[in-house]
């Protein structure tokens, strides 16, 4: 079918098609594509992603089974992968992405009978170095990132896929004890999953809605419990019941969730006045991410208060049950990861 | 306890603490110099973690298709993990501008493994050069076949809906001396480059590009061409000899779906080169037939 037998590399050329290739390459690849970006990182301090913007998850999918097919003397290898043949000369990330699958590919099929080593190291995720399990969760929600906005420009629904990564970096991030770090992990989870309803505008925070977030507690916090003499014992409780608690703030207010048994109950203080001695609605953003909360009423998005909030602006109601302890750390952080956003509004 | 391709598919949060241990011990042993170098030894081990993210395979279960690395033997897939570790670590022993041979580099590292040894590279050099390793190679080798020339042919046809970027594009096709594309084009669409010069051809002719570079990385474009070429090949005379006839299998063959055809013919009826509503046999009249054959069949 071919008028050629070209299967790239050296393989002879027949027919002088060079002047049509160097315009069809200056029309494929855009004069801001000087330079491979996918080579350089943008900081050489803090690991950070590499393909963002410069990631195109369907033809990037593709790669190793194009690479295994050339490999493989596949005849009609290009023939099959013939918009990502296209796609390369247009894409420098993605090409020398092509570089490396086949390069480590080909390496890997000649050595049918690799050794492999014996490894040493931790076997847990709260052992391996928190700061590469707070890229993993990034890589995470990057990718289930991707996933949407592809399917969005598909048509298609790739909310499954998404929500499956976002989970698996929600019980990852779980591990990362330091809370900066864990927040860091975590920072583009709510930007990431409110695009499952598609993309939407930045959130703009309303005026009647109050929006809660957690707040880290410092080791300063709970150092203070220790002065005055307090013995170690003391402190350690108090570290305990600290962390036994999920504080919450919205602008100047404050507010916290704690655990009775099962139930999950979330305290509020100080709230407006337009609010007092009306129901309120609480909307837990992330709710629907993970199940092992049962929300009273079943959507974590419109928890709706059985009691009004009281003339001091108190509101005291119970959200939900769960089997996860706030007593245990990572079931901690995974309730906390929970509460990234949680609004309240008046009830209509 | 080692891992595999399928425990990172399937068991992610299970097999992260092993991949990173492997990962980690590979990175220090290709950074040589930079071993010590905890930012460099995770820059290396996030770029195969990342990787293995965004191609579906760790954590991605059910979700992506099972693809290449999912075929490999264990020992290959850590031959794979291995070579991968390697490359970043060389690219950031260049990038910190050490004036490391990579060789020599090799060498030093304080692993005994047979893949260490710099006598890899001379072995990989029998392997042959790697395919498409240029842009440059890669347009010379669709430009020069005709399967892949012909979704080129394709997408400039498709620019037949805003003549002004269709002559914008002619035109450089005619300065260029790309004489057999050009005349094909023309003779189909019945067009000239007589007449005078458009002043605003600049502008079309970025629309134009813009367009082309869409369209050449479709899968619908692949899609409609292989159709194309493929009732070229596989249509018969119908049974009274009036028009053509051709079944949906024939168009499938062993490596398109059925919705696969059932797209590529869509794009042939949009483009008012047959007439098709769904039938499981694809007729056509002798006019789009020759039509068909003129513009795409094999040279």
Same mark, same amino acid.
């Given at each position: 079918m071919s008028d050629d037998t070209v299967t790239g590399g050296d393989a002879p050329m027949h027919g002088d098609y060079t002047k049509l290739a160097q315009w069809l390459q200056s029309v494929l690849l855009p004069s801001d594509q000087d330079e491979p970006a996918i080579l350089t990182q943008k900081n050489d301090t803090q690991l950070e992603l590499v393909l963002t913007d410069d990631y195109h998850q369907p033809f990037y999918q593709q790669l190793p089974d194009f690479a295994l097919a050339m490999l493989s003397g596949d005849p009609l290898a290009t023939i099959h992968y013939t918009p990502l043949l296209y796609h390369l000369v247009a894409c420098r990330p993605c090409h020398a992405a092509y570089l490396d699958f086949y390069d480590s590919l080909r390496y890997a099929l000649h050595n049918q009978d690799y050794r492999q080593q014996f490894i040493q190291g931790t076997r847990t995720l709260s052992g391996t170095p928190h700061r590469m399990l707070a890229h993993l969760c990034q890589s995470l929600i990057s990718q289930a990132e991707a996933l949407l906005r592809q399917a969005h420009h598909d048509h298609s629904d790739n909310d499954e896929a998404a929500r499956s990564l976002l989970q698996m970096a929600l019980q990852v991030s779980s591990h990362i004890t330091q809370n900066s770090l864990r927040r860091q992990a975590l920072q583009d989870l709510v930007r990431v999953a409110t695009l499952f309803d598609g993309p939407t505008s930045p959130r703009t925070e309303e005026s009647n809605v109050y929006s809660y977030s957690p707040v880290m507690a410092s080791a300063g916090v709970l150092r203070r419990g220790g002065r005055g003499g307090q013995h170690a014992d003391d402190v350690l409780r108090a570290q305990r019941m600290q962390s036994a608690i999920i504080h919450l703030q919205a602008r100047n207010l404050e507010g916290f969730i704690v655990q009775q048994d099962d139930m999950l109950e979330l305290h509020l203080q100080h709230l407006d006045a337009a609010l007092h001695e009306k129901q309120v609605v609480i909307s837990v953003l992330l709710g629907s991410l993970l199940e092992p909360i049962r929300w009273f009423g079943g959507n974590p998005d419109a928890i709706r208060s059985t009691q009004a909030v009281d003339e001091q602006g108190t509101l005291v109601m119970p959200i939900g049950t769960t089997d996860l302890r706030l007593s245990n750390p990572e079931e901690r952080n995974l309730l906390e990861a929970l509460f990234l956003i949680l609004e309240v509004r008046t009830a209509n | 306890m080692p891992f595999s391709a399928h425990d990172l598919r399937y068991h992610a949060e299970q097999s992260y603490p092993l991949l990173y241990a492997y990962l980690h011990r590979n990175a220090q042993r290709f950074l040589g110099s930079l071993k010590y170098d905890a930012f460099e030894v995770d820059t290396v081990i996030g770029h195969v973690v990342e990787q293995l993210v965004r191609l579906g395979l760790l954590g991605g279960g059910d979700h992506t298709p099972h693809a290449a690395l999912d075929q490999l033997s264990d020992a290959q897939f850590y031959a794979f993990l291995n070579r991968s570790v390697r490359n970043k670590a060389i690219d950031r022993l260049r990038k910190r501008r050490l004036q490391v041979n990579t060789a020599a580099e090799l060498e030093m590292a304080d692993d005994d493994d047979s893949d260490n040894s710099p006598l890899n590279d001379a072995v990989e050099s029998l392997w042959g050069a790697t395919p498409f390793s240029t842009p440059e190679e890669i347009? +010379?080798?669709?430009?020069?076949? *005709?399967? +892949?020339?012909?979704?080129?042919?394709?997408? %400039?046809?498709?620019? @037949? /809906?805003? =003549? *002004?970027?269709?002559?914008?594009?002619?035109?450089?096709?005619?300065?260029? &001396? /790309? !004489? $057999?594309?050009?005349?094909? %084009?023309?003779? $189909?669409?019945?067009?000239?480059? /007589?007449? !005078? =010069?458009? =002043?605003? %051809?600049?502008?079309?002719? !970025?629309?134009?590009?813009?367009?082309?570079?869409?369209?050449?990385?479709?899968?619908?474009?692949?899609?409609? #061409?292989? #159709? /194309?070429?493929?009732?070229?090949?596989?249509?018969?005379?119908?049974?009274?000899?009036?028009?053509?006839?051709? $079944?949906?299998?024939? +168009?499938?063959?062993?490596?398109? @779906? %059925?919705?696969?055809?059932?797209?590529?013919?869509? &794009?042939?009826?949009?483009?008012?080169?047959? @007439?098709? !509503?769904g039938e499981e046999i694809v007729h056509l009249t002798a006019a789009q037939m020759k039509r068909l054959a003129r513009f795409y069949k094999e040279d």
């Open positions: - | 347009t +010379l080798h669709v430009t020069s076949q *005709n399967e +892949l020339r012909s979704v080129l042919k394709h997408c %400039i046809m498709v620019l @037949s /809906a805003a =003549p *002004n970027q269709l002559q914008a594009v002619m035109k450089e096709l005619h300065e260029i &001396g /790309a !004489d $057999e594309l050009f005349e094909d %084009i023309a003779d $189909e669409l019945q067009l000239s480059l /007589a007449g !005078d =010069p458009n =002043p605003h %051809i600049s502008q079309h002719k !970025d629309h134009a590009h813009k367009k082309l570079r869409h369209c050449l990385q479709q899968q619908s474009s692949h899609l409609t #061409v292989m #159709v /194309a070429l493929r009732i070229t090949l596989y249509t018969k005379h119908s049974a009274d000899k009036k028009d053509y006839s051709v $079944e949906m299998s024939s +168009l499938t063959q062993t490596d398109l @779906s %059925i919705s696969d055809v059932e797209q590529g013919l869509h &794009g042939l009826v949009t483009e008012g080169l047959l @007439s098709w !509503d």
